[in-house]
């Protein structure tokens, strides 16, 4: 949607370079997964080096000098700092921001570390893993990542990561809710498959080549509405939509829909949800009475 936008905004009708920055923007989306990923890993190095130091001062409390080491020691950190998966993929695709820019991740430390999720979790030196995994999961929630600064951070570094960020982080939570003792943590990937990579090119393409065709399916069922006055983010989701419905098969009208919905709901006016939903609606019942929706499989009506 916003690779169609773009191109509209630049009058843009080169479709092959259009179509490599919308491919480079989504795999640019793993490197963000691994960086936040990786502040978790970062913050416990950054203690272990804090601790070692206090330690080694020349008049150590005996606090600095055998300190509590839960944080440190905590089971869900030591499963991603010694993760295989995630080391080859941070080395594969070169992400040391941190080790460059280490000021974040001291400001992210002390964050914690003033916190009270800290405080009571450091209250006692024994864990479970449970309690380790919970820990872990609202430092991510609650501390990492809602930061204003790290958010200024990724915001400067690349710009197609802001919508990103969100959906990033909805995965990382959503995966250290399911971390286990017994099941060892796995990289997400990108694409579900070779057809989940596909469906983006050709949804792109065929969007882009039969807009003025797919136009035409919803213009006579705004008669309220003159063509220039709804909003260009409106008319591209609609086109979208429509090409779903007409060419491809193996996705469900209603997922068509919803999903479409909610890119209304976050991206265009107030009313454009209602206004789109009431425009699809009414395609759906005349393709399914003209049998212009051939749908495959099972229950994808």
Request: negative net charge; proline residues 2%; charged residues 30%.
């Amino acid at each position: 949607m916003q690779s169609i936008y773009a191109m509209h905004q630049k009058s843009s009708d080169d479709l092959e370079k259009e179509e490599k920055f919308l491919l480079q923007s989504i795999d640019n989306i793993q490197d963000l997964y691994l960086l936040m990923l990786s502040t978790l890993k970062e913050i416990r190095k950054k203690e272990i080096v804090f601790l070692e130091a206090s330690s080694k001062k020349h008049l150590a409390t005996t606090e600095e000098k055998k300190p509590n080491k839960k944080f440190v020691n905590n089971s869900v950190l030591l499963q991603l700092e010694d993760n295989n998966s995630l080391t080859i993929a941070l080395e594969k695709r070169k992400i040391n921001n941190w080790s460059l820019n280490d000021d974040y991740i001291l400001i992210l430390l002390n964050e914690v570390k003033k916190s009270e999720l800290y405080q009571d979790y450091m209250s006692t030196t024994k864990s479970s893993f449970e309690e380790d995994k919970q820990f872990v999961l609202d430092v991510f929630s609650e501390l990492i990542a809602p930061n204003e600064k790290l958010y200024e951070y990724l915001e400067d570094h690349k710009l197609t990561w802001i919508d990103d960020i969100p959906l990033v982080n909805t995965q990382i939570q959503k995966q250290l809710q399911q971390v286990s003792e017994k099941s060892e943590f796995s990289v997400s990937k990108l694409y579900k498959d070779e057809e989940d990579k596909e469906f983006v090119s050709l949804l792109f393409r065929k969007t882009v080549l039969n807009e003025i065709e797919l136009a035409k399916k919803y213009i006579d069922k705004t008669p309220n509405w003159d063509a220039d006055r709804i909003a260009e983010i409106d008319t591209i989701i609609l086109k979208m939509a429509i090409c779903e419905f007409l060419k491809f098969p193996s996705i469900p009208v209603k997922v068509t829909i919803n999903e479409y919905l909610e890119l209304a709901k976050e991206y265009s006016t107030p009313k454009s949800s209602i206004f789109i939903n009431g425009i699809l609606d009414n395609l759906v019942k005349e393709f399914t009475a003209e049998d212009k929706i051939k749908k495959t499989g099972r229950g994808l009506m």
